[in-house]
């Protein structure tokens, strides 16, 4: 009913943080001001390379999350950490510089039975914050074991040309910015990266989490 709607422009209703889901959410940002702060996201960069960034350690609270994204297919809880992701890094002078972003893209086998890609998702939460195209021509052609429990040496075997780029023309001098939610021994990213590089880009690495452990 009409008046209804004049009702919700006058007070809107206040929508619950997506991650504790209790208190409202701060106007403006993905969550309340309770849950962002207690997450302690900064920006570290990591060992690989190439310019790569993680925002939190993957521990505590962030693990917890992450695993309900992933067991419990939280779909909305990626896209919230997709804008936190993409808050935390858009006004960063380096970051100026990305053309796309570039999800790691998951075998359609398993994204068929987990329903989601959450390094899509994450992709998605950041372009609602900070405007930049998704790219979608890179492959994962190989139904690769999950890296967790694998030795270095048996990742990397394991990531042999598990990856494709269909049109390798748009690569070409531009800075892909490759999206992951933790970031282990970095096996993925430098296959991902060598890829790219390949094919004359630039790749650049943002992750939610770095793991400090084995995971
Ligand atoms: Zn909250």
């Known amino acids: 009913m009409w008046i209804k709607e004049f009702s919700n422009l006058l007070y809107p209703p206040v929508s619950l943080c997506p991650i504790c889901q209790v208190r409202s959410k701060s106007r403006d940002l993905p969550g309340c001001l309770d849950c962002l702060l207690s997450l302690g996201l900064t920006y570290r960069p990591l060992k690989t390379g190439f310019p790569a960034y993680a925002l939190a350690t993957y521990d505590g609270r962030i693990k917890e999350l992450l695993n309900q994204i992933k ?21 960063l002078a380096i970051m100026q510089k990305v053309d796309y972003l570039l999800p790691v893209p998951l075998h359609f086998s398993r994204q068929r039975k987990r329903g989601f890609n959450q390094a899509l998702a994450f992709a998605e939460g950041i372009v609602k914050v900070w405007r930049r195209p998704i790219f979608n021509k890179v492959f994962r052609v190989k139904d690769t074991l999950p890296q967790s429990g694998l030795s270095p040496s048996e990742r990397r075997r394991n990531l042999n040309n598990a990856f494709v780029i269909s049109k390798a023309e748009h690569v070409r001098a531009k800075h892909l910015l490759v999206i992951d939610d933790i970031f282990t021994t970095g096996i993925t990213f430098s296959s991902l990266a060598n890829l790219i590089c390949k094919y004359q880009g630039h790749p650049m690495g943002l992750f939610l989490a770095q793991s400090v452990g084995n995971v």
């Open 71 to 91: 067991y419990q297919n939280d779909y909305q809880l990626a896209v919230t950490f997709g804008q936190l992701m993409g808050l935390a890094v858009r006004e």
